[in-house]
Structures are given as structure tokens and as C-alpha cells.
DNA sequence: AAATCCCGCAACCGCCTTACG
DNA sequence: TCGTAAGGCGGTTGCGGGATT
């Protein structure tokens, strides 16, 4: 007897998901919470699988997700993880607050592999290259360029040192690192510590060892320059309002204007995260675009 | 201008792990 | 302790859009 599919797939939708559908489960995920994802379709009212719903929340629809291309420090500290961990894409995310396992693990094979390639790293073993043969006019074969695979994890402890030469200035592994940080999603706590992440790079933090953050501490920061950051994948926009500035508060206000159908939505959105979180509400900040709860 | 190729990313699939009765 | 259900994870696929011919 084999295992039981995750839910019945017979008149189930598949592909892209519609803003209706979106809609319909932040909706829902707001006011009851993330309970069985199983029955959460039905309840929601999507005709979509359990996971599919998981999967497009996690990814794409939970409010603290970072989007937008890595910046120079989060690509190393992916490298670096990676060198530890290995293809363990979620435990690597983890470590970089707002990404999530499924956008680090595409950004790897998409960008990085070819990056580590120029540089003459291997993204496998993280161990350099051999040099290419003199001829240029032959294609290698991809047999040549791959190292064997006797590599050990503990051998890799040996190449994180070559590898560290391959940062560039801008992102070494000490206070340009976490200058570069500021880039990336800050979590901060209301006692107005604010959570190194330069920290992980230097190795004294594993996976267990993230502080926990306490729904009331959570500021959720919208970073300035990467106006990529918050653009939805929706490609139907349902509103028109004036949409471009610079600032983060409009830069949010951009995000939901596209994305949340209107700001009744939003509040709405924001209040119900709070409910989520901790069964309390919460503020939008406009002065910093932070979401507060309380 | 049209056709083709290539790339990036969202989403799916199937296996593994964990929780629970 | 075992069996089952649900969640989590990593690999892979396929579509859309930009680049190239």
C-alpha cells in the first residue's frame, strides 16, 4: 500500500498562482494562523495541494521575506555556508534573515556557480580549479573540470582559507562585512541591540545558536536601495496610484499598492500579522517603514 | 521584424524527517 | 515500539521574458 498522495490532486490548479489566490490565503493565514496545511485549501477556499500553499507562502507571500538580488555580503556568506554545509539550502537560509531556502538555492545555480567558475573555484569541493589546458579552441569537457569527488567535509575546512582570498575588499569577512550587512534585512530588538550577522561568517554561530526574536521585538525594515526588494511577482496589478520614490515608506507603499488590491488590504494585512504572531495588533511605521508590533 | 536561444525563477515532485496516537 | 500523517527539504522542471541571430 503506498503512501497516501498529500491531498487529492483530482481538479486541483497548478502553476503561477493569481493575486486572487494570494489574496485568498494571506487572507486567511492572517485571521486563522498557520494551522494544517492540508485542510488550509479547502478552508481557504483555493483549489490548490497543501503544499502548494506552504511552499507560496513561505516563499513569496510571508511578509518578513527579503526579495531581490543578493547583495555582495549575503553571496559570500552563502559561499562560505555553502562550503560548510553543503547543498543544505534551508539551513543555509537560516542564516541569512528574509531569504528563503528555495531563492538561495536558484541564486547558487544561477549566479554563483558561474561566478566561483570564473574565479577558478570549483562550486563543488570550493577547491580552485585546475588551470584550462592551453587550447582554447577545443571545449572542456565537464568530466575535466570537476575535481574528484573524494573531497571530504573535512577537507573543506582546508579550502575555506584559499577562499577567503576571493572576497572581494568590500566584503571581507570583518567590519567591511558587516558595513556590506546593512544591506541586508536588519532584525533588530526594542532593546536597540541589533543582530550581527557578520557573526555567522565568522563561525562562532551555528544554526541553533539563532537568537530567538520575540514577536514584540520583530522590526521589519524595507532597506532603501534595492528597490527590487518588495516587488511581487503578481503580474496583475490591480491599482494605478502614483508609485515611484526613493524613500522606504514608499517604496512599501509601492509594494502594496501593486500587491494589495487596497490599503484597507493592507491594514488590514499588517493588523492581522500581529494577530498572527502573537494574537495582538501591530503599527506601520511610515517614518522607517517598519512594521511594530504591540 | 521574426525566429531562436538562453537565462532566471517560481513552482512542482518525491523522498526524508518529525510528530503523534 | 510501530504505523501513519503532515511538514520540510533538495532536486528538477517548465514558463516567461530578454538577448541574440
Redesign the pocket.
Known amino acids: 500500500?503506498g503512501?497516501?498522495?498529500?491531498c487529492d490532486?483530482v481538479g486541483?490548479?497548478?502553476?503561477?498562482?493569481t493575486c486572487d489566490e494570494d489574496k485568498k490565503l494571506i487572507n486567511f493565514i492572517l485571521n486563522n494562523g498557520?494551522?494544517?496545511?492540508?485542510?488550509?485549501p479547502k478552508l481557504a477556499g483555493l483549489l490548490?495541494?497543501?503544499?502548494?500553499c506552504?511552499?507560496?507562502w513561505?516563499?513569496?507571500l510571508r511578509p518578513d521575506v527579503k526579495?531581490?538580488?543578493l547583495s555582495e555580503y549575503e553571496e559570500q556568506m552563502v559561499i562560505d555556508l555553502h562550503a560548510k554545509?553543503?547543498?543544505?539550502?534551508?539551513?543555509?537560509?537560516?542564516h541569512l534573515p528574509g531569504r528563503t531556502?528555495?531563492?538561495i538555492?536558484?541564486?547558487w545555480?544561477?549566479?554563483i556557480k558561474?561566478k566561483l567558475k570564473k574565479l577558478g573555484i570549483d562550486p563543488l569541493t570550493h577547491k580552485p580549479l585546475p588551470p584550462p589546458p592551453p587550447p582554447p579552441t577545443t571545449d572542456q569537457p565537464p568530466s575535466d573540470q570537476e575535481p574528484a569527488l573524494e573531497t571530504t567535509m573535512a577537507d573543506q575546512n582546508i579550502v575555506e582559507e584559499p577562499l577567503a582570498k576571493n572576497i572581494p575588499a568590500e566584503a571581507g569577512p570583518t567590519t567591511s562585512l558587516f558595513e556590506s550587512a546593512k544591506d541586508c534585512t536588519e532584525v533588530k530588538t526594542t532593546a536597540g541591540s541589533t543582530f550581527d550577522p557578520a557573526g555567522l561568517v565568522n563561525g562562532d554561530f551555528c544554526v541553533d545558536e539563532i537568537p530567538i526574536i520575540e514577536p514584540h521585538e520583530i522590526l521589519i525594515s524595507c532597506g532603501g536601495a534595492d528597490d527590487s526588494l518588495l516587488t511581487p511577482?503578481c503580474?496583475t496589478t490591480t491599482t494605478t496610484s502614483s508609485c515611484s520614490s526613493d524613500s522606504p515608506a514608499a517604496l512599501f507603499d509601492d509594494y502594496c499598492c501593486e500587491m494589495m488590491i487596497d490599503n484597507i488590504w493592507f491594514d488590514e494585512y499588517f493588523n492581522g500579522l500581529g494577530l498572527l504572531i502573537n494574537g495582538d495588533g501591530g503599527q506601520f511605521n511610515t517614518d522607517n517603514a517598519s512594521f511594530e508590533l504591540f
Not at 34 to 40: A, I, V
Not at 48 to 52: A, P
Request: charged letters at 30%.
Open positions: 500500500m503512501r497516501q498522495p498529500c490532486k486541483l490548479k497548478k502553476g503561477p498562482w498557520q494551522c494544517c496545511w492540508r485542510s488550509l490548490r495541494c497543501g503544499k502548494s506552504r511552499l507560496r513561505t516563499n513569496y526579495r531581490g538580488l554545509l553543503g547543498n543544505r539550502w534551508s539551513k543555509i537560509a537560516s531556502d528555495n531563492e538555492k536558484n541564486h545555480n544561477t549566479h558561474k511577482s503580474s
